[in-house]
């Protein structure tokens, strides 16, 4: 008997010493182990009530800070003085037949990055000029007297680690003014006027088919399908089926609905600031005078009734009754 309170007595001892470990244990990792800490609205662009394992629904969007400014042939860059590694820069002389969208695709670029390494880039290209061709989707970018990484990031709404690491940018590397930095999908901040005027305006209108089709007849003079004339197309035909919906290209007001000379069947739209639209040769006119409409509203239906060899969408653009070239507004 004697034996065993011994042992009973060892035991209890041994896990009143092992629970006092434990608590001191507990203890000194609760001073140096910091709570969780609760979601910042500002970084995932929500005002949430932080939580236990709450995760955030939408996250931040980078966004540019920095207004378009316009640009002048002393805003050219000079490629020689690029300090990333991450990008490569070839030139590119403009050749007969060639254009700014098609320089664009065939060196897997889009347009805006053609601007961002060009910002003096005329908007109309000329044979034998020069243009600065990015290896990869992005800006350059010249430091300015005083610019940091930090203050470049924000303008173009990008992440400052990125940009560093992008550019090779280090505490014993830092940045100069006269240096070329490139920025990863970056959009350009500095372009001419006639650029600066095209991308106002662009997104002001939809495709009235919901999706683009080929382009039958362009906007401008071309030769008269019926009559073998040359003469002033006002608008862009639109290849498309009898019967193919045709939708608002943008909020507004329907202010006429009927036949109209070679119009034949016509909606036409007025959406404000002088801008309206015209939906020509249509089979069927679903929407009505005084109708207000919202973009994408279904107002009629594909046809070919007036001056038409075969059905399709005559879209037109007018702005205080002047025809405007569609393509520059879509």
Do not use: C
């Not at 969007?61 to 920095?66: D, E, L």
């Amino acid at each position: 008997m004697q034996f065993n309170r011994r042992i009973v007595t060892f035991l209890v001892l041994d896990a009143v010493i092992l629970l006092g470990l434990m608590g001191i244990f507990a203890a000194v990792n609760h001073a140096f182990v910091p709570s969780p800490k609760p979601l910042d609205p500002l970084v995932y662009g929500v005002n949430i009530t932080p939580t236990v394992n709450a995760i955030p629904q939408t996250l931040a969007v980078h966004k540019p800070s920095g207004d378009i400014q316009e640009a002048t042939d002393a805003d050219a860059i000079d490629a020689k003085k690029l300090i990333s590694k991450a990008v490569k820069v070839t030139i590119h002389t403009v050749a007969m037949g060639e254009n700014y969208w098609t320089i664009a695709k065939n060196n897997n670029i889009d347009l805006l990055s053609l601007i961002g390494a060009n910002p003096n880039m005329p908007f109309k290209a000329r044979i034998k000029q020069t243009l600065n061709i990015l290896s990869a989707r992005g800006v350059l970018h010249a430091v300015a007297k005083g610019e940091d990484i930090a203050k470049i990031a924000l303008d173009y709404g990008v992440d400052a680690k990125l940009l560093k690491e992008e550019n090779n940018v280090h505490w014993w590397h830092s940045l100069h003014e006269g240096d070329v930095v490139f920025i990863p999908g970056g959009k350009p901040l500095l372009m001419v006027k006639e650029w600066k005027d095209y991308y106002a305006r662009r997104g002001i209108f939809g495709d009235p088919l919901g999706h683009w089709e080929k382009i039958n007849s362009p906007f401008g003079v071309r030769v008269d399908p019926l009559t073998g004339d040359a003469r002033h197309h006002g608008g862009v035909d639109l290849h498309a089926k009898y019967g193919d919906p045709v939708y608002a290209a943008a909020g507004g007001k329907v202010v006429f609905t009927g036949v109209s000379g070679g119009y034949g069947n016509l909606i036409v739209v007025a959406h404000g600031k002088g801008l309206q639209t015209y939906y020509g040769h249509l089979s069927k006119i679903i929407a009505q005078v005084g109708q207000r409409v919202h973009r994408g509203s279904l107002i009629g239906r594909v046809g070919a009734t007036g001056r038409v060899t075969g059905p399709h969408l005559h879209f037109e653009i007018r702005k205080n009754g002047k025809a405007q070239d569609p393509l520059l507004y879509i």
